[in-house]
Antibody, heavy 119, light 112 residues
Framework: QVQLQESGPGLVKPSETLSLTCAVSGYSISSGYYWGWIRQPPGRGLEWIGSIYQSGTTYYNPSLRSRVTISVDTSKNHFSLKLISVTAADTAVYFC????????????WGQGTLVSVSS | QSVLTQPPSVSGAPGQRVTISCTGSGSNIGGGYDVHWYQQLPGTAPKLLIYDNNNRPSGVPDRFSGSKYGTSASLAITGLQAEDEADYYCQSYDSSLSGHWVFGGGTKLTVL
């Protein structure tokens, strides 16, 4: 059974960099699928941040592209998110998920981690 | 402003049938891309509820069904139960500059 688990600091200062990692268990990232990050500001809806394939091919939400980097480490079976120059508007629960490309849906999700941006 | 438009809220009494609409455009739903639905119970991660317009993952009751027509889609829930109270999100793929994988703004279902 595939499981995803986000980890990283729960508090980030404005203008600094948000860094999160998603550890995947029960499935090898090298075997295929795309992997993605989605966020949800408090009380609001879901926003796709970006996705990555095992090869390192990435796709980013145009509204965040200038600040986002997603990378994958197949040796550790995890993928990561970096968001630079954060502001209070980046406060959200961040989810990682597996993306079934070709069919374009997210079939497995992590539990999510709340990241607050505050000084 | 979400690329896919959903009503903010719907409600129904136990046992009733409710529907949630999801309206897109020619670059996503109308462009032939499938619609998927997620259920998010309070304080939890979204869970895939319907994929490829009208398919249910294993374990999802057949009270949940989906349909797609033109630039819109719909989620129907029959025999409403208290545990169905949750937020529901539609999702599709968008081929325009607005992004790749896009979500609706979400609909809060209240069971009266």
């Amino acid at each position: 059974q595939v499981q995803l688990q986000e980890s990283g600091p729960g508090l980030v200062k404005p203008s600094e960099t948000l860094s999160l990692t998603c550890a995947v268990s029960g499935y090898s990232i090298s075997s295929g699928y795309y992997w993605g990050w989605i966020r949800q500001p408090p009380g609001r809806g879901l926003e796709w941040i970006g996705s990555i394939y095992q090869s390192g091919t990435t796709y980013y939400n145009p509204s965040l592209r200038s600040r986002v980097t997603i990378s994958v480490d197949t040796s550790k079976n995890h993928f990561s998110l970096k968001l630079i120059s954060v502001t209070a508007a980046d406060t959200a629960v961040y989810f990682c998920a597996r993306l079934v490309v070709g069919f374009n849906y997210f079939d497995c999700w992590g539990q999510g981690t709340l990241v607050s941006v505050s000084s | 402003q979400s690329v896919l438009t959903q009503p903010p809220s719907v409600s129904g009494a136990p046992g009733q049938r409710v529907t949630i609409s999801c309206t897109g455009s020619g670059s996503n739903i109308g462009g032939g891309y499938d619609v998927h639905w997620y259920q998010q119970l309070p304080g939890t991660a979204p869970k895939l509820l319907i994929y490829d317009n009208n398919n249910r993952p294993s374990g999802v009751p057949d009270r949940f069904s989906g349909s797609k027509y033109g630039t819109s889609a719909s989620l129907a829930i029959t025999g409403l139960q208290a545990e169905d109270e949750a937020d529901y999100y539609c999702q599709s793929y968008d081929s325009s500059l607005s992004g790749h994988w896009v979500f609706g703004g979400g609909t809060k279902l209240t069971v009266l």
